[in-house]
């Protein structure tokens, strides 16, 4: 049996996130400075969205 050292994914970059929602990076940035955006964490220089904040926003956009 070989042991992984797995990661899981907590949280989205930009690029993953407009990746993985089909956005284009521009497009993300606008619909951030209308006040349309996911929740963001930030450390430093760094910009995360959390899976969760993800959820939450893909929900408030369904019909």
Known sequence: MTKTNQVLREAYTIPEFCAAHRL?????????????????????????????AADEWRRAREK
């Open 24 to 52: 284009s990076e521009s497009m993300y940035y606008k619909l951030r400075n209308a006040g349309l955006g996911p929740r963001e964490m930030r450390a430093l220089r760094k910009v995360t969205i959390s899976l969760e």
